[in-house]
């Protein structure tokens, strides 16, 4: 198996401007976490879904911030507009969730985000 | 190939008694920092402690100390006098010198009353 992948792992761009990031959890996994890692914050959950549905949202630090998961293979995290604040490295994460409880989460590489 | 590894998906400690929780990594790098996080039901997550590999000394946090074997590439999580409040995902992580981070898969926390 792959693992979780995420793309890009670098992005580097400017202020003001809209930035998507992707992942594909590992196949057959129901749930799917985002999580964002700063020096200043530490790791922080953004948003999880489970099949397919946003369960909790109130990690996501502003309306800037938006996350999809328009099937079971697939989730964006788009940032619109980006600021320099949301430079961080952002984790994906996705859980085989056996019988709905808190189960192991296999983590992906990460999206390294610079905004200038 | 996986970093991190923890090979408990689940422990179980009676409420008072003291619990490890295994972690061993690989790296070829001789600095880098390892962390305990602690993921509650409410899924935020918490860090509950940290080491810097050039320190030969372990890290403590109150209950929580841990076993740092650099040698072995092992990262051990020692939780003394266990809570109720303790029951959670654990997962160990490691961060290379630039920042890269990898995690383990998580070991789910039972503290029985």
């Known amino acids: 198996d792959a693992g979780v992948i995420q793309s890009p792992r670098h992005e580097v761009t400017e202020m003001g401007q809209e930035v998507t990031l992707r992942c594909k959890p590992i196949s057959g996994h129901n749930s799917l976490f985002w999580y964002r890692q700063t020096m200043m914050r530490g790791l922080e959950l953004l948003i999880y879904f489970n099949n397919n549905v946003p369960i909790d949202d109130s990690g996501m630090p502003e309306d800037r911030f938006s996350a999809k998961m328009p099937n079971a293979s697939f989730s964006t995290l788009k940032i619109q507009p980006s600021e320099p604040r949301d430079s961080a490295v952002y984790f994906c994460?996705?859980?085989?969730?056996?019988?709905?409880?808190?189960?192991?989460?296999?983590f992906g590489p990460g999206t390294r985000l610079t905004v200038l | 190939a996986q970093t991190v590894t923890q090979s408990q998906p689940e422990m179980s400690v009676q409420e008072a008694e003291t619990v490890t929780l295994s972690c061993t990594y690989d790296?070829?790098?001789?600095?880098?920092?390892l962390f305990w996080y602690k993921q509650p039901p409410s899924r935020q997550m918490i860090l509950v402690i940290r080491?810097?590999?050039?320190?030969?000394q372990n890290a403590t946090e109150n209950r929580f100390s841990v076993n740092f074997q650099k040698a072995a590439k092992s990262f051990s999580l020692k939780i003394s006098d266990s809570q109720l409040g303790d029951a959670a995902m654990y997962f160990c992580?490691?961060?290379?010198?630039?920042?890269?981070?990898?995690f383990g898969a998580g070991t789910r926390l039972t503290v029985k009353p």
């Open positions: 790296t070829s790098e001789s600095d880098y920092y």
């Open positions: 992580a490691y961060s290379s010198p630039n920042n890269d981070m990898r």
């Open positions: 994460a996705s859980s085989p969730d056996v019988g709905g409880t808190t189960d192991t989460q296999y």
């Open positions: 080491q810097e590999a050039y320190k030969q």
